[in-house]
């Protein structure tokens, strides 16, 4: 591996020693995410728990475990005050003196661990806003987008890569099994300006609203300056749409639909950490409308639609939201 740096690493000389530990404990438990993720087939871990979880969703045992994992993890760092995950209802004290929180999903896809799929851990960290050695509160978490310190994903696929922004660009730090650490593999990682590729639950299409139908159209017409048509490419799996259209250029979107007046996807754990991310790589995030890092919070598990990626696609997007 040569001199290849390491994330404790880069994290020492890229920001402030809290902010260190709570993501170098959460990199420990993103390790032990992906290995039982590598090995679901030979324990009894690939399936369901029988509960569903506080979105009233099926919990995979995959979604518990990581969870539990996670939390474990961010205990340890004691500077990791609270803690909100997909997985639990309520909010979690972790260290009455630590400065940040966190808000996870877990495990995002999980749906896709059956059929050995990209998943993906997503995590959003901001300062706490009580004060020192008081229990954290849904206040804490209530945060825009624009107060976050650190944002990224994991993603488990055929390597384990670590992306994460702490406010000066993006960097993505590959899982080295022989050394059992992560190291910085993709240097300032940026997002296509023009992408070509649409990432989006076609099936549902006639749950959408006309101006998302004609954006759709849009992107399928043939015309060749705009080197369209583009390529329709989805996993159902956002951490691994995003990846690829992070590196190839491209837009992903979860729109407001019949059924999902909101979009499905989580604002808090899911939506505010991947627009921090694409925005600090050159690339936008919006909800059609508003960007998304603008969005105030009001409830620990909303939901809000999506449109994420190239810049030119995402401002096509919003000029057929506007009509
Ligand atoms: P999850 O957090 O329960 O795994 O759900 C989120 C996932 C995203 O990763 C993905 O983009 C989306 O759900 C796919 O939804 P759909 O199957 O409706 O296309
Ligand atoms: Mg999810």
Request: net charge negative; hydrophobic share 35%.
């Amino acid at each position: 591996m040569g001199k290849a740096v390491k994330l404790s690493e880069f994290l020492q000389s890229n920001t402030n020693i809290e902010l260190a530990s709570v993501l170098v404990s959460l990199a420990e438990g993103c390790k032990i995410i992906a290995r039982l993720v590598n090995n679901a087939g030979l324990s009894d871990i690939i399936g369901t728990t029988g509960d569903t979880n506080v979105q009233g969703e099926t919990v995979q045992k995959l979604d518990d475990l990581s969870n539990k994992i996670l939390m474990d993890y961010l205990r340890a760092s004691e500077t990791c005050a609270g803690y909100l995950s997909e997985e639990n209802e309520g909010v979690v004290t972790l260290n009455t003196g630590g400065k940040y929180i966190i808000s996870v999903d877990p495990l995002d896809g999980s749906s896709n661990i059956d059929v050995c799929a990209p998943i993906g851990t997503i995590f959003n960290i901001c300062e706490r806003l009580t004060k020192a050695g008081e229990e954290v509160n849904n206040d804490d978490f209530f945060q825009k987008g624009t107060t976050t310190k650190a944002g990224g994903y994991a993603i488990y696929g055929s390597s384990t890569i670590v992306v994460l922004s702490t406010g000066n660009g993006v960097n993505g730090f590959t899982y080295g099994a022989e050394e059992n650490d992560f190291f910085l593999s993709h240097p300032n990682m940026t997002m296509p300006e023009k992408g070509k590729i649409y990432s989006l639950n076609q099936g549902n299409a006639a749950k959408f609203d006309e101006s998302v139908q004609n954006f759709i159209a849009y992107c399928t017409v043939v015309d060749k300056e705009t080197s369209r048509p583009y390529s329709l490419r989805y996993i159902g799996s956002m951490v691994g749409d995003l990846h690829r259209n992070l590196i190839k250029g491209g837009i992903f979107v979860y729109p407001a639909n019949k059924g999902e007046k909101k979009g499905k996807l989580r604002l808090l754990y899911e939506c505010i950490p991947m627009s921090y991310l694409t925005e600090q790589a050159g690339g936008k995030a919006s909800d059609g409308h508003q960007r998304i890092l603008d969005i105030q919070p009001v409830e620990l598990h909303e939901r809000t639609a999506i449109f994420i990626g190239s810049k030119n696609l995402v401002d096509k997007a919003e000029e057929f939201l506007r009509g």
